[in-house]
């Protein structure tokens, strides 16, 4: 098997991976000040523009974090193809 082939896998893999925790932890950063608050009075406006941008902000990264999810299941899946073919070609041929 080449190995130039096994590096940029695994090298992509955990490009996918630390892209994917950063998204999740950007995201943990922002939830974190969102308030589950709601503002009844005038005097708070200020208060309720930021949950609204702080809303807006989680509403962006989300999909984001979602695709990342996604390329981490299939990047992991491509790993692990990878070597069961490796393991059933040295055993088999």
Do not use: C
């Amino acid at each position: 098997m080449p190995t130039g082939l096994v590096l940029t896998m695994w090298i992509v893999w955990a490009v996918v991976v630390v892209t994917t925790a950063a998204l999740y932890m950007y995201r943990s950063s922002l939830a974190k000040n969102e308030d589950g608050q709601v503002f009844l009075d005038e005097a708070f406006a200020h208060e309720k523009a930021m949950q609204t941008e702080i809303v807006s902000r989680i509403n962006k990264v989300e999909p984001m974090a979602h695709a990342g999810m996604i390329a981490t299941a299939v990047m992991s899946g491509i790993v692990v193809v990878y070597y069961l073919y490796a393991a059933y070609v040295s055993l088999f041929d």
